[in-house]
């Protein structure tokens, strides 16, 4: 299983009025996919940062601003809201309404930005008519991860929810952005250990976070130095070898295909035919017809 699949109610939600949920969880930050009936949320205070992409519809948000002004305003398909935790909010919706949320914890950010800035504050700036497509493709890329039968993997939703807090970091956060300085990709031995270990390990599911703690770096710099140094993000990395360890399967052993799929860590057949169509061009069968002649 890629992530935690769940539904995880907003307080104070009805589950009758819902047409559909989905929830899942990377690094502890909740994506929630729903699709509800007209409605309302009455106000509430979260622990956590919300980012609200609509997908279908329009919602009234009504929100206390830090300044302490009370905003009122129609969010519809194109527009992102980013609510910052403990500010206080209330939604209401007169029609059908289909929504992606996104819930940060404010640990989880401050984490990351102790790896990558130098910042004695941080916050994240309220705003409910930010228009941003690179938000909306990443919202769309893990709910879509949520409702694939095939999922991409752990490391694909984490790497995506990191690009996603270092976007929020760079444009939507009161940080002074003086960046540590890091030059260069991985040196020559922490890219072998860190090769070594997805090599060693196709087999099962990988975390970002179990990789870089081999290598004792953050996530968040591993995944940039490992790119620097390869060209590839380790989740296509990962992929590649796990098509790799399969041709030599499909070559030199008789193992039938679904087994071979989950020996190189796909999670059903019918992923592991896709993926490996997709980089090697042929499917499993026909590269196995072909290596032997």
């Not at 980013?82 to 289909?98: F, H, M, T």
């Amino acid at each position: 299983m890629v992530a935690e699949r769940r539904f995880i109610a907003p307080p104070g939600s009805e589950p009758s009025k819902y047409i559909f949920k989905r929830a899942a969880a990377w690094h502890g930050v909740r994506v929630q996919h729903v699709r509800v009936r007209r409605g309302e949320l009455p106000e509430v205070q979260l622990g956590e940062h919300q980012i609200a992409i609509p997908l279908a519809g329009a919602y009234t948000v009504e929100a206390n601003t830090a300044s302490g002004f009370r905003r009122v305003g129609v969010r519809s398909v194109g527009h992102t809201c980013l609510i910052p935790a403990g500010q206080a909010y209330s939604v209401r919706w007169n029609d059908e309404l289909e929504n992606v949320s996104i819930y940060l914890p404010p640990a989880f950010l401050s984490r990351l930005a102790a790896e990558s800035l130098m910042t004695e504050r941080l916050e994240l700036v309220e705003g409910c008519g930010v228009q941003d497509p690179f938000i909306r493709e990443l919202a769309l890329r893990l709910t879509a991860e949520i409702t694939s039968p095939h999922p991409a993997g752990r490391l694909y939703g984490e790497a995506l929810v990191d690009t996603l807090a270092a976007h929020l970091l760079r444009h939507y956060t009161t940080a002074s952005e003086r960046r540590a300085a890091t030059h260069g990709g991985l040196a020559g031995h922490k890219l072998r250990r860190a090769t070594d270990y997805i090599n060693d390990n196709l087999s099962r599911e990988l975390s970002l976070a179990e990789i870089a703690e081999v290598l004792d770096l953050s996530t968040y710099h591993f995944v940039r130095a490992f790119k620097q140094a390869t060209g590839e993000t380790p989740h296509q990395y990962l992929l590649k070898r796990r098509v790799e360890r399969a041709k030599q399967l499909l070559a030199e052993t008789a193992l039938p295909l679904v087994e071979i799929s989950y020996l190189v860590g796909f999670n059903s057949q019918s992923h592991f035919t896709a993926s490996f169509r997709r980089l090697a061009r042929l499917t499993p069968k026909a590269y196995r017809q072909t290596a032997r002649g």
